[in-house]
Nanobody, 125 residues
Framework: LVKLVEFGGGSVQAGGSLRLSCTAS????????MGWYRQTPGNGCEMVST???????VYTDSVKGRFTISHADDKNVVYLQMNSLKPEDSAKYFC???????????????????WGQGTRVAVSS
């Protein structure tokens, strides 16, 4: 049974920092693509950042330069360092593992197989 667990959410003032961690059981992160997503009531589920097994990281435009994704394979942990937080970063953040890419007509799509339960981040102005 694969289980992902997120840690590190909480409340912080604008401009502050948080580091989210995601640990796993039943799966090794070593050769898997990983990701962080966030969800808000009004905006649905949004990709925040992904990291490929070769270390290539991608970020959504709104967090570029502020967030950093990394992983420690020997600890089976993936991190999301969040700096200069803004109120619009408030959301429930989810860790995701094992990305699958597929083609949908003319569009390249991707989906992650495993998800954590999420951790809440609240940024006050």
């Amino acid at each position: 049974l694969v289980k992902l667990v997120e840690f590190g959410g909480g409340s912080v003032q604008a401009g502050g920092s948080l580091r989210l961690s995601c640990t796993a059981s039943g799966i090794s992160f070593e050769d898997k693509d990983m990701g962080w997503y966030r969800q808000t009531p009004g905006n649905g589920c949004e990709m925040v950042s992904t990291i490929s097994s070769d270390g290539t990281a991608v970020y959504t435009d709104s967090v570029k330069g502020r967030f950093t994704i990394s992983h420690a394979d020997d600890k089976n942990v993936v991190y999301l360092q969040m700096n200069s937080l803004k109120p619009e970063d408030s959301a429930k953040y989810f860790c995701a593992a094992d990305r699958l890419r597929y083609r949908d007509c003319e569009a390249d799509e991707e989906i992650f197989t495993y998800w954590g339960q999420g951790t809440r981040v609240a940024v006050s102005s």
